[in-house]
């Protein structure tokens, strides 16, 4: 079974930094292309980057460089580095996964993070 456990969020300050983390396991992580979405209060969920299974990476345009995804194919996660976070960063971040073999995507359970001085 597909699952997807999120982990290192938290509370911030402004300007500073989080690292995020996805575990995947139940498909073979490295044939796939990974997300993170998030979803502030008030907000619809959005698109935040993805990284396909070449690596190649996307961002959304808000991200403005200071968030970078990259993926540790050995260790099945995806990573989330988030720099000069700002308070319209809280959110709650999602990974997802769009699992070629089943057609479908997946989403962990999300975790918070807090940007606040």
């Known amino acids: 079974q597909v699952q997807l456990v999120e982990s290192g969020g938290g509370l911030v300050q402004p300007g500073g930094s989080l690292r995020l983390s996805c575990l995947a396991s139940?498909?073979?992580?490295?044939?796939?292309a990974m997300w993170w979405y998030r979803q502030a209060p008030g907000r619809e969920r959005e698109l935040v980057a993805?990284?396909?299974?070449?690596?190649?990476?996307r961002y959304a345009d808000s991200m403005k460089g200071r968030f970078t995804i990259s993926r540790d194919n050995a260790k099945n996660t995806v990573y989330l580095q988030m720099n000069s976070l700002k308070p319209e960063d809280t959110a709650v971040y999602y990974c997802?996964?769009?699992?070629?073999?089943?057609?479908?995507?997946?989403w962990g359970q999300g975790t918070q993070v807090t940007v606040s001085s």
């Open positions: 993805s990284i396909s299974r070449e690596g190649s990476t």
């Open positions: 139940g498909f073979t992580f490295s044939r796939n």
């Open positions: 997802s996964a769009w699992v070629n073999v089943y057609g479908s995507r997946y």
